[in-house]
Nanobody, 117 residues
Framework: QVRLVESGGGLVQPGGSLRLSCNAP???????????AGWYRQAPGKQREMVAT???????VYADSVKGRFTISKDNSRKTVFLRMNDLQPEDTAMYYC????????WGQGTQVTVNS
């Protein structure tokens, strides 16, 4: 496992945007680059669910609920995974977690996203 540092959460109104970041400060680029990564979220009283994943070859997969609104990207030179979230809705309110496919998996501490008017 490696340490992941997340940032970018906050409180926004419906229709607003946020960009989440997940950095692996102690990794070196050559180790970070081949890893698949993803963002997951967990709302109160619900199970953690996949939001978006990105492979080392930059293939992306999105949950149906966020397709067309969210974009995942991975900047290997900065050892950072991003999640751009547009047109946020109240149902997007959750704790968002970054995942890096190390062995075992590495998880960030979570960053809270609240969408509320």
């Amino acid at each position: 496992q490696v340490r992941l540092v997340e940032s970018g959460g906050g409180l926004v109104q419906p229709g607003g945007s946020l960009r989440l970041s997940c950095n692996a400060p102690r990794m070196i680029t050559s180790t970070f680059s081949p890893l698949d990564a993803g963002w997951y979220r967990q709302a109160p009283g619900k199970q953690r669910e996949m939001v978006a994943t990105i492979s080392s070859g930059r293939t992306t997969v999105y949950a149906d609920s966020v397709k067309g609104r969210f974009t995942i990207s991975k900047d290997n030179s900065r050892k950072t995974v991003f999640l751009r979230m547009n047109d946020l809705q109240p149902e997007d309110t959750a704790m968002y977690y970054c995942n890096l496919k190390t062995q075992p998996d590495s998880w960030g501490q979570g960053t809270q996203v609240t969408v509320n008017s």
